[in-house]
């Protein structure tokens, strides 16, 4: 796993307190991880702090599963 | 219309001297401090470094991880205290008719901690407002109803009411008077409070309101004592299910008190002075009387608002000999408060379950921590000094006031079996 990959599911298990094994990378937020609409947005804003980012709001819509999430920021940081 | 009758079939609470019913009412009795020094944060600047906190609570064990970073510590506090007071009042969650349930809740402040630790962030940042979007939610005062909501499902009425330290009297007067209407057959009422963190106590402190009684946290929460400086803040939780008599009846709830009246009154003269003559306080406990349907000569005890002030005790006394006459040395009159500190908008909470309990138990619990008679007060009062009292109780009254000049007094009666 990459570094990026394993920092956005150690804030994932961390605010939806879900076991890491749950984490995988079509997990959707909302569907499988049992998040409402704020734990989302406060997903989307520790995604920002970690990594150092900004993530518009009409792209953090499109930030869905675990997987959107870690490719977003992959190609972010590039 | 016929007004409905309402009684008491539920009772929960989370204090600084006990975690649940049973435990608090034993600590009454016994005359226990819930004061010591504050263990939140550090203290070293406050002018005052002690108050009483709720103590051996594991609240990460009780919501869970992901719950708990939704919830400032007074929701928390009122999911932990209404929980216990439902399921004491045994009404079945699966055929109680939920639209026919409200949540009437009081919170002088609500989720200060939240409020603080985001401002701080803020301040602390470069300007950018990242703010967290459980900011708002968790912060507002009537969060604690709508999660009691949400958590059981209860439909009907659902508020807080905001009277600082009044705020759970004004809510159980609202409870009450909405069943009596036949809006609701079932509330949960009651307050929460959790206002120990730098900004409570920096606030409170800069208003002279507290204690600074640094040398002897447990003595410092005196009422009616000569030497008493200000209030000691305390935190917690007091619950209680208002019921319909007949729904009570027919589902052959235990049954605890009937809720006879409440009064309501302003000073309508200073933001955080008491009047000095009472009026205002003389004027609640009167219209308490008639709401009620009593006279003064029916009353048993008073629990008082009593914080342990310098002004407010003395000011509540004379009102209190104002409204009762003669009548007035035979009440006990007790401060709780000496006990548990101030709950601000839990106060009239707990503070009226501690009335329903010595109705109960036909023992009123004492004002600790009396030395020294103030010489501005009546010596013949029975302030039910250092030692709880065994006295037949069929009528409590419990008064509570808040800054802003908000007086609520509340009338129980024992109901026969």
Redesign the interface.
């Known amino acids: 796993m990459s570094d990026i990959a394993s920092r956005v599911k150690a804030i994932i298990v961390d ?4 076991d890491e094994n749950e984490v995988v990378n079509d997990a959707s937020f909302t569907n499988d991880l ?1 998040a409402d609409s ?1 734990d989302t ?2 997903l989307i ?1 520790e995604f ?2 970690e990594f150092d980012i900004q993530i518009p709001d009409d792209q953090a819509e499109n930030i869905a599963t675990v997987g959107q999430a870690i490719s977003y920021i992959e190609e972010a940081k590039k | 219309m016929e007004l409905k009758r309402v009684v008491v079939t539920g009772l929960g609470a989370l204090t600084p001297i006990g975690n649940n019913i049973e435990e608090y009412w034993d600590a009454l009795v016994s005359g226990k401090s819930g004061s010591a020094p504050i263990t939140y944060f550090d203290t070293e600047k406050f002018k005052t470094k002690f108050a009483c906190e709720i103590k051996n609570f594991d609240f990460n064990e009780y919501f ?4 708990i ?2 919830l400032d510590r007074f929701a928390q506090y009122a999911l932990v205290a209404s929980d216990e007071a439902i399921a004491d009042s045994g009404i079945d969650l699966e055929t109680v008719d939920k639209y026919r349930v409200g949540v009437i809740w009081g919170a002088g402040i609500g989720g200060l901690e939240t409020f603080q630790e985001e401002v701080k962030n803020f301040a602390n940042g470069d300007g950018t407002p ?1 703010f ?3 900011f708002i ?1 968790k912060m507002i005062a009537d969060i604690a109803p709508g999660n009691i909501s949400i958590k059981h499902g209860f439909m009907g009425p659902n508020y807080t009411t905001v009277s600082a330290c009044a705020s759970s009297a004004n809510a159980l007067i609202d409870a009450l008077n909405y069943i009596r209407l036949g809006y609701s057959d079932v509330i949960v009422t009651g307050g929460s409070e959790a206002a120990v963190t730098q900004a409570g106590m920096g606030g409170f402190n800069a208003m002279h309101a507290l204690s600074t009684r640094n040398d002897d946290p447990e003595k410092a929460s005196r009422p009616f004592d000569a030497n008493r400086d200000g209030f000691v803040l305390g935190e917690g939780s007091g619950a209680l299910i208002l019921e319909e008599y007949e729904h009570a009846k027919a589902r052959g709830a235990k049954i605890y008190a009937e809720v006879l009246g409440g009064g309501m009154s302003s000073d309508a003269y200073h933001m955080t002075a008491p009047h000095p003559d009472g009026t205002g306080v003389v004027a609640v406990m009167e219209n308490c009387l008639r709401n009620a349907g009593l006279n003064p000569e029916d009353v048993d005890a008073i629990n008082t608002h009593g914080t342990s002030t310098p002004l407010g005790d003395v000011a509540e006394l004379k009102a209190i000999t104002k409204v009762f006459g003669d009548h007035a040395k035979t009440l006990n009159i007790n401060s709780t408060k000496s006990m548990t500190g101030h709950l601000l908008g839990a106060a009239g909470a707990i503070e009226a379950i501690a009335s329903i309990l010595a109705m109960k138990h036909s023992l009123v619990p004492p004002t600790i921590n009396h030395e020294t008679a103030d010489e501005n007060i009546d010596a013949e009062l029975n302030l039910t000094l250092n030692k709880a009292q065994e006295r037949e109780v069929n009528v409590a009254m419990s008064n509570t006031f808040g800054f802003g000049g908000h007086n609520a007094c509340v009338l129980f009666k024992k109901i026969a079996e």
């Open positions: 605010k939806l307190g879900v049992g704020l947005v406060e804003m920002e702090k | 869970g991880r992901k719950e970073r939704r990242r967290n979007p459980f939610p």
